[in-house]
């Protein structure tokens, strides 16, 4: 089944604690993205690659971090989490070309203490 | 001014009624536009896309663009209650990756 996935799906943790959030894909997309999404806000992009070890900026990459090691898997790290970083989190990927269907994650519910 | 506009609602209707979700955007480059659908705890979903100006439709779903209003339009006809879930309306230029999203109309379909 084509997906992606997310670990862990909910998060709890203390300001300042070094987190990972795993993503992975199976549909050998070459672009993946992070986002955000929070209330009133919508969804904004944190992070995105168009492919292994190409990464760069969304529209609020400030606080986090990622890497593109495998064309598979796209990590979200967050050094030093802060209150402010509490939110629903996806990552979603896609093929490259004309127009091609984002696919998302199911979520990564994150609370900062 | 976000790019895409959306009004968040709730936006509230009886079973069989006819829904009609709006977006406008910003940008007169936009190419793509899109809609997706997010049940709640879940990932977005695409529903439909149009590109450029024009309606296209799917079964009980049609999406209109008027590009000379910057006006994204998403029509239900004869709801059902699986229908209530979150809709963001989406766009994006041609030639790039990044979409640029709404914030979300929740519907809710009441039986």
């Known amino acids: 089944e084509a997906q992606v996935t997310q670990n862990p799906r909910y998060l709890i943790t203390v300001t300042g604690k070094k987190l990972t959030v795993t993503c992975s894909q199976n549909?050998?997309?070459?672009?993946m993205s992070w986002y955000r999404q929070d209330p009133g806000l919508g969804l904004r992009q944190i992070y995105y690659?168009?492919?292994?070890?190409?990464?760069d900026k969304g529209d609020v990459p400030e606080g986090y971090k990622v890497s593109r090691k495998e064309k598979r898997n796209f990590p979200l790290i967050l050094e030093s989490p802060s209150p402010n970083q509490t939110s629903l989190y996806f990552c979603?990927?896609?093929?490259?070309?004309?127009?091609?269907?984002?696919?998302f994650g199911p979520g990564t519910r994150l609370t900062v203490l | 001014q976000k790019e895409v506009e959306q009004d968040p609602g709730p936006l509230s209707v009886p079973e069989g009624a006819i829904v009609s979700l709006n977006c406008t955007y910003s940008n007169s480059a936009f190419q793509y536009f899109m809609w997706y659908r997010q049940y709640s705890r879940k990932g977005p979903e695409l529903l439909m896309y149009?590109?450029?100006?024009g309606n296209k439709e799917d079964g009980r779903f049609t999406a209109q663009v008027d590009k000379s209003s910057k006006y994204i339009s998403l029509f239900i006809r004869d709801s059902q209650p699986s229908d209530s879930a979150t809709y963001l309306c989406?766009?994006?230029?041609?030639?790039?990756?990044?979409?640029?999203f709404g914030t979300g109309t929740k519907l809710q379909v009441i039986p």
């Open positions: 979603a990927s896609k093929g490259q070309g004309a127009f091609h269907e984002q696919f």
């Open positions: 989406a766009s994006k230029l041609q030639g790039y990756q990044k979409v640029t």
């Open positions: 690659s168009m492919n292994v070890e190409v990464t």
């Open positions: 149009t590109y450029s100006s």
């Open positions: 549909m050998n997309h070459e672009y």
